[in-house]
């Protein structure tokens, strides 16, 4: 069963009396455990779909099923739920709370799963070794480099062992050998078995997924 299941996908914006065609029946189809890469020039939908694949938008017509389950017609409360569980998120921005460490920051996730408080604190640790911090523990946001935020982004994403991962311009803050680590910890997760779709400028990252998806004013070439 794929992971991923879009027919017909479509999203029109409305601006006062305008209404504004962004994506146009859209179809596609993601296996578990493959490596996407979505790319297209600024305008051409991009942020959009990656919008709607991570429940942070409805789409205004046509279907998506997530892990076989149609999350397209899912009220506010249903969605929050599912990006909470089924999706991992990596932003360019790193989207870190300033004032956590790096436990506490991968801990978020969990911590609206019911488990217990030492549970989560050794999930998180285990997950922040996985991606080469276990010397940086206690360390906050300020006190890291931008590839290390990155990191801690990537193991949050984790927390919940998603259905997937998406990523927004993952190495789009960070010089070419930051960018080079996370890319090299992407191709990891992806030779474990996770799910990764990841919308980028960069054809060094379209080079490592396994298959690109281009789009152009709103549909998939």
Known sequence: MAVV???????????????????????LKIEQG?????????GSGKSTLLNLLGCLDKPTSGQYLLGGKDVSRLNDDELSLIRGK??????????????LNV?????????????SEKASAEHARELAILVGLGERLKHRPSELSGGQQQRVAIARALANDPLIILADEPTGNLDSESGEEILDILDGL?????????????DSIAARAQRTIRLFDGRVK
Do not use: W
């Open 5 to 27: 299941s879009i027919e017909n996908l479509c999203k029109t914006y409305k601006i006062g009396s305008v209404e504004l065609p962004v994506l146009r029946n859209v179809n």
């Open 34 to 42: 493959e490596y996407i890469a979505v790319m297209g020039p600024s």
């Open 86 to 99: 089924d999706i991992g998120f990596v932003f360019q921005s790193y989207n870190l709370i300033g004032q």
């Open 103 to 115: 436990i506490e920051n991968i801990e978020l996730p969990i911590f609206y799963q019911g488990i």
């Open 190 to 202: 992806h030779q474990q078995g996770k799910t990764l779709v990841a919308v980028t400028h960069d």
